[in-house]
C-alpha cells in the first residue's frame, strides 16, 4: 500500500449503485493533506490519459533556502542566491558575521539588479531574509519575451545608427539594457523550474509545462543575442568613430535580414506557422554564409589592422546573432511539432 510520495500500489475499482465505479484513496494521502469525509477532491482528466487528484482547498506551500556565509566558499554568495532564485524559492535567509554585513549587502543589491521581486523582509546584525514580491504565476511569459526582445532590438538598431554616425550616446546604457535582458531571461527560467514543480503555477501561465520549458530555451537564445548586441556596442563605443562601415555593404547590410527574421519568429510564437519559421531560418542561413565569406576576405585587402579587426569582430558578431535566431526558430518548431503530435492506444 503506498504510504508516502513515491510510493505505488493498485487498487481494484468498485462498481457501486449500478452506475458508478469508486477508487478508494491511501488513508496516508488523506490525512498528509488534512482532508476528513465530505471535503472535495479536484479530478483533472489528463492529455496523457492519466488522472490528477488534488485537494479543493489546498493551501501554497512557501519555500524557503537558508544560508550561512561560513559554509559558502569566499565571493560564491551571488552565485548561492541565484542559484536559490532560479530553483523557485520564496524565501532566502543569508546568515552572516557582523563583520561581513557590508560585503553581504552589497552582494544582495547586485543579486536585486539582476532579479525580478525579491526585496528585504528582515535585517539584523548577523542575518537578511529576503522575500519574493513576484508571484510566479502573474506575468505571462510571452510578455517577459516579447520585452526581452524590445531591448533586444532596441539595442541593435541603435548600434546600427551609430555605427552610421549618430551620437554615441545613443548607446553609452547598453550594460543597462543587458542587465534588463538578462533579468527576464532568468525570471522566465526562474517561472519555467516552477512550473515544473507546481501544475497550479502552469495553469495560472496558461501553459503546458513542457511549452514552459521551450519558452525558457527561447529566452537563452534571446539572451545570447544579447550577449553578442553588448559586443558590438561596446566595440563601437571603443573605436569611436575611427572606422567607418557603410550600411550599404557586408556585414551592416546583414542586420536587417536578421531584424526581419527575428521579427517574424517572434510573430510565430503565437501564430505557429512552419512556412513562415522555415523561411525566415533560411534567410538567416544565407546571412551566415555571406557574412562567413566576407570574414574570409577581409584578410586579403589592405585596410589597417585595427580597422580589419574591428569589422571582423562586428561581422561575427552579426553572425552570430543570425546563428542563435535560427536556433530561436527551431525551438519553435519543436512546439509546433509537440503541438501536431497525437496519442494513440498501443495494440496489446
Known amino acids: 500500500m503506498a504510504k508516502q510520495a513515491g510510493d505505488k500500489d493498485v487498487r481494484k475499482l468498485q462498481y457501486t449503485g449500478g452506475a458508478t465505479y469508486t477508487l478508494s484513496l491511501p488513508k496516508s ?11 472535495g477532491v479536484q479530478i483533472d482528466w489528463r492529455p496523457s490519459g492519466a488522472l490528477r487528484l488534488t485537494p479543493f482547498d489546498i493551501v501554497d506551500d512557501i519555500k524557503k533556502i537558508s544560508f ?12 548561492h542566491l541565484m542559484g536559490a532564485y532560479l530553483s523557485g524559492t520564496d524565501r532566502i535567509i543569508i546568515r552572516h558575521k ?11 543589491r547586485t543579486f536585486q539588479r539582476s532579479t525580478r521581486g525579491f526585496e528585504i523582509e528582515d535585517e539584523s546584525e548577523h542575518s537578511i531574509t529576503l522575500i519574493t514580491l513576484l508571484n510566479a504565476g502573474e506575468l505571462p511569459m510571452r510578455s517577459s519575451l516579447n520585452q526581452m526582445y524590445m531591448q533586444l532590438n532596441s539595442l541593435v538598431r541603435d548600434t546600427l545608427e ?17 542587465r534588463e535582458i538578462d533579468s527576464l531571461r532568468f525570471l522566465i527560467e526562474r517561472q519555467a523550474g516552477i512550473a515544473l514543480d507546481s501544475y497550479k503555477v502552469a495553469e495560472r501561465l496558461n501553459l503546458g509545462r513542457r511549452q514552459a520549458v ?16 553588448h559586443q558590438m556596442a561596446r566595440l ?25 527574421a527575428i521579427r517574424a519568429l517572434m510573430i510565430n510564437i503565437r501564430t505557429k506557422d512552419a512556412e513562415e519559421i ?17 570574414e574570409r576576405s577581409l584578410w586579403s585587402g589592405r585596410k589597417d589592422a585595427p580597422k580589419l579587426l574591428f569589422e571582423d569582430h562586428i561581422s561575427e558578431s552579426v553572425r552570430r546573432l543570425c546563428a542563435y535566431a535560427r ?22
Open 327 to 348: 536556433d530561436f526558430g527551431e525551438t519553435l518548431l519543436n512546439m509546433l511539432a509537440h503541438d501536431l503530435m497525437v496519442t494513440e492506444r498501443r495494440d496489446e
Open 214 to 229: 521551450e519558452y525558457a530555451n527561447l529566452a537563452r537564445s534571446l539572451e545570447r543575442m544579447a550577449d553578442h548586441t
Open 162 to 178: 551609430v555605427l552610421s554616425g549618430e551620437d554615441i550616446e545613443l548607446i553609452e546604457d547598453y550594460e543597462e539594457r543587458e
Open 29 to 39: 494521502w488523506v490525512q498528509s493533506h488534512g482532508l476528513e469525509s465530505r471535503d
Open 98 to 108: 557582523s563583520e561581513e554585513s557590508r560585503m553581504v549587502k552589497r552582494v544582495i
Open 68 to 79: 550561512s556565509t561560513t559554509n559558502i566558499p569566499e565571493g560564491a554568495l551571488l552565485d
Open 236 to 260: 563601437t563605443i571603443e573605436d569611436a568613430g575611427n572606422t567607418s562601415l557603410s550600411t550599404e555593404s557586408v556585414p551592416l547590410n546583414q542586420i536587417p535580414v536578421w531584424q526581419e
Open 278 to 294: 522555415e523561411k525566415a531560418r533560411d534567410s538567416l542561413k544565407e546571412a551566415q554564409n555571406v557574412l562567413k565569406e566576407h
